[in-house]
């Protein structure tokens, strides 16, 4: 039997299954219809997976993160059917001229590797992106080119830890340009750490690997080309840093926005939940309560390093 959810947090998870299932990576857009159908049913099935009501931190990030796993599913199975890559492509994305075909840009010839045509096409939509990086990094020209070679070796090597290729991670073309920009920001860290520009600093890997499966780093950079993390992310990075509690009160105050801090200071049932003593002035529920949410985003910061 589904647990019983707070109506208005349903309200909240459904806006936000909404808008990741119309846009579930930058590039993608979904009919609204259908991204209604699409939340409806992740919303519906994980609800009944639930034995017990969990977290509303929890359970959000879970249904957005399934929502958007889902609709990509989706568009690239309708893409395979219909041979179109471009089914789905936003109109309005100007990153580049149209999506190839993922499925071949990721089918490995067993004795030549990665080898189809497609790859040929793949270097004019990367190029552009990648110098336009490299440049405001200060990597210009015959070294630019270079790193820009080193990324697209580094899209089809073997990973130590999976065993797997970059390439193979996304499962619809427009993951392929944010994938592809934390690789040019890793090479451009390598190659100015080979010039002992980065030789002291704490970032300075020695390879993709070593950033990437680095459990200190646990994600290096924002991503530049999809713009700012989005809270499944972040709760998936971060969720043994926090509390139960301090993910409750990060939620409430910048996910769901479902109160202010005035709001909280004057709630005695949620004070009392974060230890706050009964009869406490409204100026100290107000500083225990910053200091609650300063101390829960300096735990962000630490595991997520922007």
Known sequence: MSPTIPHKHLEKCWEACWHRARRPVEGVLVPEQQASEIAERVMRNLALDFEAL???????????????????ELVAEKR???????????????????????????SIHPESGFNDPEWNRLPQILRPLALSTLTRKGIKGADAED???????????????????????????EELIPLHA???????????????????QPNAGESLDALS????HPLQFEDSAGGAIRFETIYQECREALTATEWQLIY???????????????????????????????????RAIGEMVEEALEKIRENLVF
């Open 147 to 173: 790193v820009f070679s080193d990324t697209l070796v580094e899209l089809v090597r073997e990973r130590e830890s999976s065993h797997s290729a970059p390439i193979l991670d996304p499962t619809v073309f």
């Open 252 to 286: 409430t105050l910048y996910v769901s926005q479902s109160a202010t801090i005035q709001d909280l200071i004057q709630n005695d049932r949620f004070c009392d939940q974060l230890g706050i003593k009964p009869g406490a002035s409204l100026s100290t529920r107000r």
């Open 54 to 72: 969990p977290p509303e931190a929890e359970f959000a990030a879970r249904v957005i993160q399934e929502t958007a796993s889902v609709t990509r």
């Open 213 to 216: 499966d680095d459990p200190d």
């Open 182 to 200: 934390r690789i040019v920001q890793y090479r451009a860290i390598d190659w100015y750490r080979r010039r002992g520009a980065l030789k002291n």
């Open 80 to 106: 395979r059917r219909e041979a179109n890559p471009q089914i789905h492509h936003d109109p309005e994305d100007r990153r580049y001229q149209q999506n190839l075909d993922l499925d071949r840009l990721q």
